[in-house]
């Protein structure tokens, strides 16, 4: 679909999020097409098919295709596409181990240069070499005295063994090996065009290249750098000089390292696009897919030169473009801005972030939301949500969570974030970003000063680059990156401008650098020659190509351009005398707003702006000063509205007034897009005035748990046959130990039992309901204080392999309860932690310590993790009657929520609804709700399942960046329990305004 014709109103669901789908156990069809079912109602438009830790139906086999072809067939009953992934689990290459096991010719590869030799069958000798005042030269084995005290290197060519078990027991594999990417291509792509080519461009819009890379850093010997067996002659073929003559360059600092490295790096990053990428492009090509994904380590300079080479050339080679952006957080712009400036110069629509992975079970819709729209605001427009579980038994559950599934108590809800991104990322799809200023990346000056032992001068580049970045973001002043690869194949000066692909820049900023191509210094020169703006910032180059400016390249460039220090005043200066900023957003003082990202764009000549507050807890009074006075409107994505907005004409621009609350964001655009007419909004002006009068609640609310209640008994004592019982200890070390780390001290088919108590303050009332939830019951036989309990259970609750195994109240007791679990490695346990669930309340001892005790259904404002509910994962209703006067009636009445501790709140004023919220701002307006007299507010509060499942032990409580280890890192336990707050810990108001009512109600 033409970009131009998109209603981003009500997109298309090719515009809705699509999730990685964690196929991550023995799977079965008609629990496929349940979870399809499940995610096409909370408003995702497909899944990308990910195999995935856990994994028990063998991959690529038989069993796998079936599940495939199931998936793809219901994809189509739903209107949803099914995309493919090519690997099991990541990094892209080795075919869940089926390339690897070709031979050791198919096997990663490194070049190992150190000052001992290397010895061990996967070392074959290139070559040793004498050092000396920074010159070299090659010593064969006769001249080798190992007596004498010379300094010698010795490199090797490095061939990755089989074995690692984070490989499938295989390793990974040489992709710069186009041999190695057409067996890689044979065993998987192949494989499934030969059954589903038919709906390959249909149901199957492409597949997902996940983290290739041409050495997998963290298992090459150090220090090492990428290599295959013909690179030699493949370089020789492309610099003219044998690379064997000079290995130590790359390596130890002599007087042509910048010329080696820099050659070296530029041609083994060329060898991987044109062998990896750009093979893998045209395979999708020919068989009418799309390759979407992202490669490793797209982050800093740094790391793109170890895993990747650079990453920009390699967007050239992909459908859609992406990134990976891990953790609660928004920070590494550059990865961000790498992409979509690729993107947009190549004319490519759109582009995919993998994104939320790391940031923990409590990943709520507002941090989603604050995490796709910083984004968004930078140029990704399609939206990958990492991970939705298959299922969360066993360690699954630890797989770099959070799943974003049907295991969360919000699911029922999602669709609420899903359109509202579904309606953005249609928006920002539309028409074409404004950008006048071209950054050069530097990328290839960072080849130039690399060393593979000592980070130090790359580092240093890497800070200056993002600190530049960052400063014209903050500032406003919008930009792309500059590939040099890129502009020698798109590059051209047109007009006064440089262009690159698709856009045209009047101005050029070079940050801080040590070189620059060739082909570069041309552009540039005919760019200044036709009027174009070439600033350079801090460290100017003086290399061409890595060798020396012998020609005096520079100084031609230098009699036009402009040199400044890396200083954000000058810089903001400089920007403001060569371009005309057509926006600016401003504070009280008249001073940009730097926690407030914006996108320009003109879709069918039409300005365009989208505005996010990155700030989670700062609310902003913004002033925006459009330099036009074409009328403009706000289009509320949530709610799907076309709002009037009042603007201060001044001559020949406008300021328009706006309230940015914490992660809120505004989209404004001209009135000619605007298909209905914009009404006016019934709570964003009240929200520019001071009220007349409000009103607060009692502190005490009915209050009424929506689900069953929940602890978590995730310490166990254990006894192997008849020996003794082992004190208390957490249940995930003796997994890590029994099962990851395979150190099992008894036989397979000895008996193992675990033992969980929980204490109950007083009886347990005979008339309520108590289940324990197990992860494969099937396989214990189990007792509660000494009674035999069934093991057949009645159910799932919260997640397929979490089941409910009733137990009879009147075999429970006050004071301690034991369960005990007997079974034997034999029959394939999952030692984890067991969930007691039913009608009581949990009190709490300084976190530490918990004993059950009877419901009660009155609460008061405050943290429901101290009120008996620390583990509880579901919704809560709060119910408070409150009175309104005939006098108050008359007012403009807004309900507000200063904040929540929940990931989303529903409610009703008189059973009135409540429009459903995730985000802020919690207001709403309810004149039209209230009744003179006695009136009753509801608000549900739903909550994820980050109490229930943790990390419950990690000494710095909530974190920010959650992995497997996370959840079981002996070096930061504690054996105090980590909870985050729940429930409506705030209280909320109805504030009164003294305004027309009629003014402010669509």
């Keep these: 679909m033409s ?64 599940h495939i072809r199931t998936s793809v067939k219901e994809a189509a009953l739903q209107g949803m596409s099914a995309w493919l992934y090519d690997e099991d689990t990541w990094p892209s290459g080795f075919a869940g181990g089926i390339v690897p096991r070709l031979g050791p010719e198919y096997r990663m590869k490194a070049l190992v240069c150190s000052r001992k030799p290397q010895d061990g069958p996967e070392f074959e000798r290139i070559h040793a070499y004498l050092l000396e005042k920074g010159t070299y030269k090659i010593l064969n084995e006769a001249e080798i005295d190992r007596s004498a005290s010379y300094d010698l290197l010795y490199c090797s060519l490095w061939t990755a063994p089989l074995g690692n078990p984070r490989f499938k027991n295989t390793s990974y594999v040489d992709l710069l090996n186009p041999k ?43 220090p090492a750098v990428p290599w295959t067996a013909d690179f030699p002659d493949y370089f020789e073929a492309e610099n003219g000089y044998n690379l064997l003559n000079h290995l130590p360059a790359i390596f130890e600092e002599t007087v042509n390292s910048p010329k080696i490295r ?25 068989h009418k897919l799309q390759l979407v994904g992202h490669y490793m380590a797209e982050d800093t300079l740094r790391n793109q030169i170890r895993w990747i080479g650079a990453a920009m050339p390699h967007y050239e080679y992909m459908h859609l473009p992406g990134i990976d952006h891990l953790s ?29 992975g790391c940031s923990g079970w409590n990943l709520t819709f507002e941090h989603q939301k604050w995490i796709s ?135 050029v900023l070079v940050p801080p650098a040590v070189t620059l191509r060739s082909t570069t210094i041309d552009l540039l020169q005919q760019f200044q020659e036709t009027g174009g703006t070439l600033i350079f910032v801090g460290e100017k180059p003086s290399f061409v190509d890595g060798r020396e400016d012998s020609g005096g390249r520079y100084g031609k460039l230098s009699e036009k351009a402009y040199f400044i220090p890396e200083d954000e005043e000058t810089l903001e200066q400089a920007l403001n005398t060569f371009i005309t900023k057509e926006f600016r957003v401003l504070d009280e003082a008249g001073e940009e707003i730097r926690d407030i990202v914006v996108q320009h764009r003109k879709i069918d000549g039409q300005d365009a702006y989208f505005m996010a507050n990155t700030s989670l807890v700062r609310t902003r009074r913004a002033i925006v000063r459009l330099m036009h006075s074409h009328e403009m409107v706000e289009w509320e994505p949530e709610s799907n509205r076309l709002c009037r907005i009042e603007s201060h004409f001044v001559g020949a621009s406008q300021e328009i007034e706006l309230v940015f609350e914490p992660t809120e964001s505004h989209v404004l655009f001209g009135k000619g897009l605007a ?47 008849r020996g003794e019982w082992h004190g208390r200890q957490p249940v995930i070390f003796l997994w890590k130990e029994w099962v990851q780390q395979g150190r099992r001290p008894f036989d397979p088919n000895e008996s193992l039992q ?118 509880f994962a579901g919704t809560v209703t709060y119910r408070q009657k409150f009175r309104v006067s005939e006098g108050q009636k008359k007012y403009t009445s807004v309900l507000t929520l200063p904040s929540i501790d929940a990931v989303v709140i529903k409610g009703s004023v008189n059973g009135k609804s409540l429009s459903m919220r995730g985000w802020r701002p919690f207001a709403w307006h309810i004149s039209e709700m209230l009744q003179a007299g006695e009136n009753i507010l509801e608000l ?35 054996d105090r329990y980590s909870f985050i707050p729940f429930g409506l810990t705030k209280p909320p108001a109805i504030n009164f305004y003294e305004v027309k009512r009629e003014f402010y109600i669509p």
């Design 373 to 507: 729209e910083w984004q968004m605001a930078l140029g990704i427009n399609f939206i990958n949500p990492h991970l939705s579980l298959y299922t969360a038994r066993g360690d699954r559950k630890r797989d770099y969570p959070p799943s974003l599934h049907y295991q969360q108590p919000w699911w029922h809800d999602y669709a609420l974030i899903n359109t509202y991104l579904s309606r953005l990322s249609a928006f920002l799809t539309r028409g074409k970003r404004v950008v006048d200023l071209l950054v050069l990346h530097p990328i290839e000056s960072a080849w130039t000063v690399f060393n593979p032992g000592d980070f130090t001068a790359v580092d240093r580049l890497n800070r200056s680059f993002v600190h530049i970045s960052e400063m014209l973001a903050s500032l406003h002043f919008d930009f792309h990156f500059g590939d040099e690869s890129l502009i020698a194949g798109h590059g051209a000066v047109k007009d006064g401008g440089l262009r690159v692909g698709e856009f045209q820049y009047p101005v």
């Design 675 to 721: 298909k209905t007419e914009p009404q006016i909004n019934p709570v964003e002006p009240l929200r520019l005035k001071t009220p007349a009068a409000g009103m607060t609640f009692d502190a005490q609310w009915d209050f009424y748990p929506g689900t069953e209640n929940a602890v978590t008994l995730d310490y166990c004592r254990y006894r192997i046959g």
């Design 180 to 222: 190695v990417v057409d067996a890689f291509l044979k065993s998987t792509h192949e494989a499934y065009a030969s059954r589903f080519s038919d709906e390959f461009g249909r149901v199957i819009p492409g597949i997902f290249t996940d983290e290739p890379c041409y050495l997998y850093w963290p298992d090459a010997p150090k």
């Design 328 to 356: 609660r957080n928004i920070q590494n712009l550059i990865t961000v801005k790498q992409a979509s400036s690729a993107a947009d110069q190549l004319g490519k629509p759109r582009t995919l972030s993998e994104t939320y």
């Design 754 to 871: 675990l033992e969980f108590s929980f204490f109950w303050g007083e009886r347990p009332s005979g008339n309520k309901n108590y289940f324990m939830v197990i992860e494969t019951p099937a396989a214990f036989e189990i007792e509660v204080n000494g009674r035999h309990v069934s093991n057949q259970d009645k159910g799932w609750w919260q997640d397929i392999g979490f089941r409910k195994i009733p137990v009879p109240a009147q075999i429970l007791k006050a004071g301690e309860n034991r369960i005990v679990l007997t079974t034997t490695f034999s029959k394939r346990p999952e030692i984890e932690s067991v969930y007691w669930i039913g009608d009581f309340e949990v009190s709490c001892k300084n976190n530490e310590t918990f004993s059950l005790r009877s419901q009660s259904f009155r609460k008061p404002i405050g943290n429901l993790v101290d009120a008996g509910y620390p583990f």
């Design 3 to 66: 970009s131009e014709k998109i209603d981003f109103m009500h997109p298309p669901s090719e515009f809705y999020p699509v999730p990685f789908w964690s196929w991550n156990d023995r799977l079965k069809n008609s629990e496929l097409v349940r979870q399809i079912r499940e995610m096409k109602q909370a408003g995702l438009s497909g899944f990308f098919m990910h195999a995935r830790i856990g994994l028990e139906t063998p991959y690529l086999t038989g069993k796998w295709m079936t």
């Design 262 to 286: 820099y050659d070296f790096w530029r041609t083994v990053t060329q060898r991987f696009v044109e062998t990896f990428s750009k093979k893998v492009y045209r395979w999708c090509e020919a």
């Design 940 to 974: 549900d509060m739903t909550n994820s399942m980050r109490n229930l499942l943790g990390p419950h032990h990690h000494k710095n409580g909530e974190l920010r960046r959650v992995e497997p280890s996370s959840f079981s890192d002996k070096k930061n336990w504690v």
